[in-house]
C-alpha cells in the first residue's frame, strides 16, 4: 500500500476504545457505534475539514468464517440489512456495495445487528468474510464527499455467542490497528 501524508487523513472509529493506540498527531474522529452515527458523524466532519483526502476506518469485525484473523484491508464492503434486491423491483436501485481501493480481497458485511446468532453468521458468511457495524457507512459517507476510504479492521472475535466479551478483547485489536497506522501513514 502507498503510505498517505498524515495531514490529509482522518482516522475514523466508532468508540474511543478502538482508537485508543492511534499515533499522536493522526486527526480522529469517533462517530459512535451503528451507520446511523457512523454516516452522520463522517459526512459532518469531512464537510468541515474539506483538506481530508483519505478516510481510514480502523475497529474490530467479527470473523464469519472458520480461520480468519488478524487485520484485514477489505476490498468491498457490503450493508447486509438494506433490502437492495427489493427496492431495486420496485424501482428504486440503492447502493449496497462498495468497491474499495487497496484491499487484500476480503469482503466486509456491515449492519446494526451485533452478530452472535449461528444462523445469522452462516447466512452472512455466503456474502462476506467478517462483519462490523460501521464499515460501509464510513465507505457511503466518503464516497459522497469524494474523498477516498480505506478499512483496516482488525479481528477481535467469532461473530458468535462469546463476542460478547468485546469489551475485554478490544485493546489488543485496538494496539494492532495503532501499529498499522504508524507504519502506514507518515
Known amino acids: 500500500m502507498t503510505p498517505v501524508v498524515a495531514p490529509d487523513v482522518l482516522v475514523v472509529a466508532a468508540t474511543e476504545a478502538e482508537a485508543a493506540h492511534v499515533p499522536a498527531g493522526l486527526a480522529v474522529l469517533i462517530t459512535g457505534i451503528g451507520k446511523v452515527s457512523a454516516s452522520c458523524a463522517v459526512a459532518g466532519e469531512l464537510a468541515r475539514r474539506p483538506g481530508v483526502e483519505v478516510v481510514v ?14 487485520l484485514l484491508l477489505p476490498s468491498r464492503v457490503v450493508d447486509h440489512e438494506l433490502s437492495g434486491d427489493v427496492l431495486a423491483a420496485m424501482g428504486y436501485p440503492v447502493t449496497t456495495e462498495i468497491e474499495l481501493a487497496g484491499g487484500d480481497g476480503s469482503v466486509l458485511a456491515t449492519g ?49 455467542a462469546e463476542s ?8 489488543a485489536s485496538a494496539r494492532v490497528l495503532g501499529d498499522w497506522l504508524a507504519r502506514e501513514l507518515r
Not at 449461528?118 to 464527499?145: H, I, K, P, S
Not at 460478547?164 to 485493546?171: I, K
Open 164 to 171: 460478547l466479551d468485546w469489551p475485554q478483547r478490544v485493546d
Open 57 to 70: 476506518n480502523v475497529g474490530t469485525v467479527g470473523a464469519l468464517r472458520p480461520g480468519r484473523s488478524g
Open 112 to 160: 446494526d445487528t451485533f452478530v452472535t446468532d449461528a444462523a445469522l453468521r452462516e447466512r452472512l458468511a455466503r456474502r462476506a468474510d467478517v462483519v462490523d457495524m460501521e464499515g460501509f457507512a464510513v465507505a457511503w459517507a466518503a464516497r459522497r464527499a469524494g474523498v477516498e476510504c480505506r478499512l483496516v479492521k482488525h479481528v477481535s472475535d467469532q461473530a458468535d
